[in-house]
């Protein structure tokens, strides 16, 4: 905010007000506590799994027919190099976060601001890095698709793009930081879903 103020993109009074609204919202709400490279100015989850006694084909196997099932394809790039084997995959999900827009009051208090939960596709790669009882998941090139209740338009932006959420609109800043906090969540509990199907083998092969 620093930088746009010394770019004179606003003036001393909006800089002003703007701080404050900033720190009323990190003192509500909290910056999201998200993977963001300052220098590439990119976001990569990574998460670590352990998968014991479980081989690694089972693994590839399993991650494969979890994204048939979960995304409706397994089409992708599967790879080996020694005792370790990587497979790349597209996905999506489905994300919440509220959204502000103007709703006719009555004709003495006119329009006025309502909140409402607003829904998002979720598009990202996946790389998953997989050995006998252990797999790395990253996540990556994640982007948004949803559409504005306003104007009625679909809206795409990636999350590179949203950080940091002081370089966004002041209107935008709850949203924003809703929609990466329940990005982060989403994905989190994604892969715990995954690890699930992939040590849940011998149910399904052993009947």
């Known amino acids: 905010m620093m930088n746009r103020y010394l770019a004179k993109e606003f003036t001393q009074l909006e800089f002003k007000d ?38 690694r084909d089972i693994i590839v196997n399993r991650v494969s027919e979890w994204a048939a099932v979960s ?42 601001e309502k909140e409402q939960l607003n829904s998002s596709f979720c598009f990202f790669t996946m790389v998953f890095t997989i050995k006998d009882g252990k797999m790395k998941s990253q996540i990556m090139n994640i982007s948004y698709e949803y559409t504005d209740p306003i104007g009625d338009r679909t809206i795409s932006r990636t999350l590179d793009s949203c950080l940091p959420i002081s370089n966004n609109e002041q209107d935008e800043w709850k949203a924003i930081i809703t929609l990466v906090n329940e990005t982060r969540d989403s994905l989190k509990a994604m892969i715990a879903l995954l690890c699930d199907y992939i040590k849940d083998y011998e149910n399904d092969y052993n009947w």
Do not use: C
């Open 71 to 112: 995304f409706g394809s397994t089409d992708g790039l599967l790879t080996h190099q020694g005792s370790t084997s990587r497979l790349i995959l597209n996905g999506s999900i489905e994300v919440l976060f509220p959204d502000m827009f103007m709703v006719w009051k009555n004709s003495w208090r006119g329009y006025v």
């Open 18 to 55: 703007l701080s404050f609204a900033w720190r009323d919202l990190m003192d509500s709400v909290g910056y999201p506590d998200v993977p963001y490279d300052s220098v590439t100015k990119k976001v990569e989850y990574e998460f670590k799994s352990a998968l014991d006694g479980i081989p």
